[in-house]
Every structure is written in C-alpha cells, then in structure tokens.
C-alpha cells in the first residue's frame, strides 16, 4: 500500500490545531483515506506537539514512523524529527521561526508569519501560509482550500475569506517554485460513502445510539472527548449529562440513575477509573446494569497524561473487591468503538454487572476515514425487565432463578418495591448475615458469568489460515497489527493476525488459535504483557514471545517489525 | 399504626433497644403517610452505618448503597426518575466523614431531594469512635487524649452555600420531626435536615436528657425569619446551653433538574430514545 505522512510539528497554541482542521477536512474532501494521530503535551501553550496525516487511495488504519513532509512551526521540529525523512522527504520551514536559512536538499524555506504580513494580513494568517505550503505537495488546484476557508470565515466577512486564501496562494507559490517537478501522491479516482471519525466521538455516538440516557463524569484527559461530546448534544438527544465532584460521585451517580432504570454510563481514565472501582463493586453488588469508558493513559498515577498506553488491562479485570460477573470490551478502531458501546449497555443490561470498555490516548484521538456507522445494526436488548403488573405486590428484586438472571423491576413502577443492597441480602433485597443466604446469591449471581462467557466475542482474525507466526493483539493496536500482518505477508510469510476485542471473558474461540499451528506473540502496549498474563491465566497458555511498547507512544508496524526483526523479547 | 401504607415493624431492626433511630422510623413513616404518598413512589436511598439499615425497616424502594455516597447516588435516581420521591439517608459519620465532598456539592447542585441525617456525634456502628460532629475533647476508642478537632457544623456549612432548605430537628420530639421531614419533601430543592439522634450505648453526654432540657423549636418565635441569610448562619452556631430546631434557612433557587434541558420533558426514564437527532449527528461525520 502507498501511502503519504506529513508530519506538522509546533508548541501548543501556536495553529498547530488550526492548520490541521485544514488539512484533515481538505483531505478527506479530496478522496483520500487518511489515518490521523496527534503527540502532544500535557499543556496549553508551549511545548512541542505534533500531528501527523497519513494518507493513501486505499483505508489507512495506523500511523508510519516514515514522513514525507515534516511541516516545522517551531524551532525544534527540524532537529527532532528529520530523522524520520523517508528518502526524498521535503521539509517545510520558516527561517524566521529557525532563526537562519538551512540551505539543504528538500529543504523549502516559507517565512509563514513574513508571508502573511507582505500581503498586509495578520500574523494569524500564518496558518493559512502554512497550509497553502503544504498543499503545493498534494494537489495542483488550491481549490478546496478556498471552500474550506469560506465555510469557516465566511461569518467573519468576505475580507477574512480574502485574505485567507491570498495567503494560501502566496504558501503554496513558494513550495511549487522550489519543488516544481515533484511527483504528487496518487489522487482517488471514485470515492465511496465514509465516515472521518476518532475514537472519542465513536464512543460517545454509539452510547447515544445504544440509548445512553444519563451520563455523569468528571474531566480527565483522554475520556474528556467522549464527555463534551454527550454534554454537547444532550440537549437535542434528550440527555443528561452531569459533571461531578469527582470520580467517586461521578460512578455513584450513574449506579443511581441505572437503577432508576435509564442506561447511563461514565468515562475516565486510570486515576479516574481507580476511584471508580468501589462503586463497580457496588454495581455489581446490587446487580446494576453500568458502562464504564476507560480511556487508558500511561500509569502509574499521573503518568503521562496525554499519551497511551494499555497498562489497565489487569486493573480492569480486578476492578473492585469481591468475585462477580463482569465483563471488558476493547475496540480497536472507530468502527468498532461505535458497535461495541451498543454491546456493552446490552451486556450490562442482560446481566445486570459493570461493563468496561477499554479505550487508550491512541484511539481516543486518532482520526480515521470509516465505513459509515450504520444505525439499523444497533440492537438494543435491555435484558428481562417485568411490568408492575407483571411483579406484583411481593415482587423479589433478587429472586433465585436458573439462569441467575433476576428480572428487573424499576422503582415507581409498584405496588411491588425494589429493593438493592450492597451488603449481602435475600431475594427481596433485605440484609442477610446466613451462610445459606449468602450461598444462595452468591452463585446466583456467579451463574450469570456462565452466559457472559458463552456471549464472548470471538477474535477478529486476519491473514493465513495455516500460519507460520501468529500475532495476538488486543485494542487500539488493532491497524498497527493489521498493517503488520499484511507487510510480512507481502515479503511471502504465513502470518496470522489476532485482534481481541473482548479481554474478559475471553471467546472459547482463542483455545484452537493460541493452541493451533504457528510462533506465537502477543503484542501490547505495557511493561509487563498484561493481555499475555491474562491469556495465560485463563488458558494455562504461555506464548513464544512478545512484543512490548511502553514509552507512551503508540505501536505501528514499523516498531512491530523492527522488533520482530531483531529476536524479538521472549515471553 | 397498624393499616399505615408506611410500617415499620417488618423486619426485626439491628438497633439497641431504645436507640434514637426508632423515633426517626416512626416520624419518617408518619410524615409519608401523611403526604398520601406511596411506598412505590418513594425512594430510600442510604449508605453504611447503623442510620444507613433505616429503610430496610420501612416499606419503600431502596437503594443501600456505599458509605459516604447516598448523595450522588440520590441525586443520579432522582435525575433519571423525577417522578420519585427520594431520600438520601444515613448516620453522621457516613455524610459528613466519608461523604463530606459530595455533601458541599449537593448543597451547590440543589437536586430536589431531601437528605436525613442521623446524628448521633459518634460512629455507632463501629462501636463509638469520633464522628466529624464530636465535640472538641470527647474521649473515643480512637482518639483517647480527646478529639482534637473543631466539630463540623452542618447547618452552618449548608447556609454559606445557600442551600434551599437547611432544617435541624429531634428524634426526641416525633411532631416536629413529622412537620419537619414534610417540609423538606415539600421543598422544591435539597433540603437538609440535621437530626439530633442519641446513641444511647456509645454517647454517654448527647442523651436524650440532655437534648430534651437544651432544645427548643426557633421557628415558634414569629420574628424569626427563615430567608434571612445572615441570621440564620449566626443561629446555626448556637449550641451547649440552648440548641435551636426548626427550620433555620430557606430560599428558593432553581432546581438541578432545570439545568438539564431533557429534563422539561418529564422524567428521563420515560422518554424515548431521541432516534431521529442521534440519526442527523451520526450522519454529520460524513465526509461527502
């Protein structure tokens, strides 16, 4: 697959965001499939941020090391990141902002601000330098940056709208003189229906689409998308978003709302998420049905707060005291992220027990070009629930079935009451101290896990049937493993991919993978192989080797091979 | 009693015999049967702690929760169904100690429930330790040189965030705690009551005695007046020899429910799921 990285480098508040709100929507307007991610820092201003744009004709779901444009908005992007050139690659700078003139190949100089202010605009108009620069790289008409500029200025005036794109002309002119006779990425020819969509907005739509009524949270980078997003359309989608002192309320406010009988949900990340788990517990107590978004970043603590990691997975899984039914979804890209919140709230409701999904920095922030979400395929399943009618008057809200499912009466709905208790109780809700009793509930509601286990999703699995090497992977890692599978299928390898989007309960599905033919490795984003520990632990399994990453940055192929290439870590 | 909506005799209680909690049961029970209300339509929502067992006692729906965290937990049911009535209720030790930050953001939010504490100045449960509401120098399990701390004053802390009703009453005294409770159900807002409940095994000085001959109804004095701030703070410090009950503080102020504009449909679990809004802003990540 050919594809083309422009990476933009710059400090926070510098238009670093501005000028790629250009580029994304021009891409995606002129055809291309783009994979979008951001590195930034944990501030306002200042700083060295990047975001890079991948590009091709055909889908792109992860990001290259390999750059062919590095556009530098501030001083340091040149010495950081020209090492990540591909052969040829072009650099974009301002001798104004470097401070001299870098008389190399493929070095073009475009004094952004300079540009501007020769054209009697304003410095903020070195944005539109900038993108105009870049363009000159892409495409030989400057067209659809003028539309995009009058939808975004015109309620700023036609002198903005100007001014916008005179600049852009004057970025642009400077690149092609300099770069005239450079070959142009390959141009879509027919363009299909497709979505542009990060990780945040996925999961938030598809908890909307599920039928998220109350959502409670506090901010915390990098859930907080997924929260201004319901908070920003909760008005027109009939919801309610709260935000809340804390983690801790936050998770107590959505157990209120869930038993009051709306499907409601939270998001947060690590330090978040442990303030969260005893009201888990508490869910899972009292059988309330919850959706819990975890936005993994790295740990511990603070960590870094705005890079990724997949460090949570065993925190997840032990997510409070006690033994119960529970169960972790992971998507590994926006499509997935939008079909999997639906899935999680009808777990969550079919069984009554905490669901996690487990996102990370990667996912969350990443723009992709999707297939459409299509909102016919969203079923919603809110479980056994009966009437008042239907309960009657001595309705037992934790009545002892077969299946260790106890239909669901919501409160108001009498003459029958519900009653719930996080302290050990009896079929009606009251507390009990008998052994018997607590027998009794215990594996009534350890019986629903049998369910969840056989509703596990199975593996999302790409390449060879009959593998040499198997790679096993598990969310946001999803493209990278992707990529990599179809790389080393290229250069004649028998690889198989194994995607989980399921982490607890694991699908029975695995045993014949982990067991069958092929070197197996599992690839995460964490210290200690966690998704390894985890598999071993369910399936008595140990893999041949793995492949880690821990420095907050995501995994592409391009690490994936490298270390795959170089004996690799043995598990 | 015996054909109240509202019994309290349906289970045997976890309480010492003759402890405080029975004449809040009672008075709650009263003060429901009283409004004409029914036990499906109302809400216990409680924590952890000998208080916390309350409802379980009474015929409602209940939700006992974790200790500290019946405010929000309240305040999420009552976002969800508005058609509820809740209570959020529990010892001292459960919403001043391990609930205090949620309780000062209850009183900001103004959520329309109304809050029971059960305050007896110590931890029942755990056999008698300190409680935010100890007095400075009471001799406990864990603090043997005295309690070293201020106490924490409810009321007052309730009035400086200007919360819409802030009520202190007795479990001594079941009339005014009956008017009292009504009240604050009535109240479109949070209201607080604060109840003087002694705990006649582990707090040998706040007894009954002791209230009875302190306590006296401030809202019988006609020139006492309930919205007058400054007024009402001042009273609220007023404590040892007389100790003021009534209903000190209360003001109007838009509820949180009116914060959410879903809400001005009617109560969120009886709405549909907005599909034809969710359809137009899925459909706007569309690229062409």
Known sequence: MKTFSIRIGGEAGQGLVSVGNILLQAITEEGWYLFSHRDYESRIRGGHNFTQFRLSTEPVHTWEQKIDVLVALDKVTVDQHRQDLKENGVVIYSPEIQGKTIDEPNFVAVPFIQVAEDLEQPKVMANAVAAGAIWALLDDDLGVLHTIFAAMFSSKGDDIVEGNKKVSQAGYDLVREALDEREKPTKPEQVAERFLIAGNPALASGALAAGVKFMSAYPMTPSTGVTEFIAGHAKECAVVMEQAEDEISAMNMVVGAAYAGVRAMTATSGGGFALMTEAMGFAAAAEISVVVIDAQRPGPSTGLPTRTEQGDLLYGFGMSSGDFPRAILAPGDPVEAFYLMGHAFNLADKYQMPVVVMSDQHLADSYETVEPFDLDKVVIDRGELVSGEEAGADYKRFALTESGISPRLLPGNGPGLTVAAGDEHDEAGHLVESAEERLAMMEKRMAKMKLVEEEALAPVVFGDDDPELVLIAWGSTKGALRETVGILQEQGKKVKGVHINQVFPFSKELEPILNGPGTKYVVESNYSGQLQKLLGMEFAWKPDGSVRRYDGRPLGPDYILERLEGGMQRG | ?288
């Not at chain 2, 009693?1 to 009672?26: H, S, V």
């Not at chain 2, 305050?119 to 406990?140: E, H, W």
């Open chain 2, 1 to 288: 009693m015996a054909d109240t909506k509202f019994p309290t005799t349906l289970k045997e209680t976890a309480w010492c015999p003759g402890c405080g909690n029975f004449g809040i049961l009672g008075a709650v029970s009263e003060a429901l049967e009283g409004l004409g209300l029914e036990p499906s339509q109302v809400l216990f929502v409680s924590g952890v702690g000998q208080a916390a067992k309350a409802p379980h006692y009474m015929a409602g729906n209940v939700l006992n929760t974790l200790h500290g965290r019946t405010l929000p937990t309240a305040t999420g049911a009552k976002l969800a169904n508005a058609d509820l009535t809740v209570f959020a209720e529990g010892g001292d030790g459960d919403g001043y100690a391990e609930g205090g930050n949620h309780f000062l953001h209850a009183l900001r939010k103004n959520v329309d429930i109304t809050y029971l504490v059960h305050d007896n100045q110590v931890f029942g449960l755990t056999k008698g330790q300190a409680s935010p509401r100890s007095d400075p120098g009471q001799v406990t399990g864990t603090t043997p040189q005295g309690v070293s701390m201020e106490a924490f004053n409810p009321l007052a802390t309730a009035i400086t965030l200007n919360a819409g009703f802030v009520a202190r009453s007795f479990s001594g005294n079941k009339e005014h705690l009956i008017k009292t409770i009504q009240a604050g159900i009535q109240h479109k807002g949070f209201s607080l009551i604060d109840i003087l409940q002694p705990c006649i095994t582990f707090n040998k000085i706040n007894t009954f005695k002791w209230y009875r001959s302190r306590t006296y109804d401030l809202n019988e004095d006609e020139s006492y007046d309930p919205t007058d701030r400054e007024a009402a703070w001042k009273r609220s410090w007023e404590w040892d020899d007389k100790i003021p009950i009534g209903v000190f503080y209360k003001v109007e102020r838009p509820t949180l429910a009116e914060a959410h504009p879903a809400l001005e449909q009617g109560a969120l679990v009886k709405q549909d799921i907005a599909k034809e809004s969710i359809k137009k802003l899925i459909e706007g990540f569309a690229v062409k």
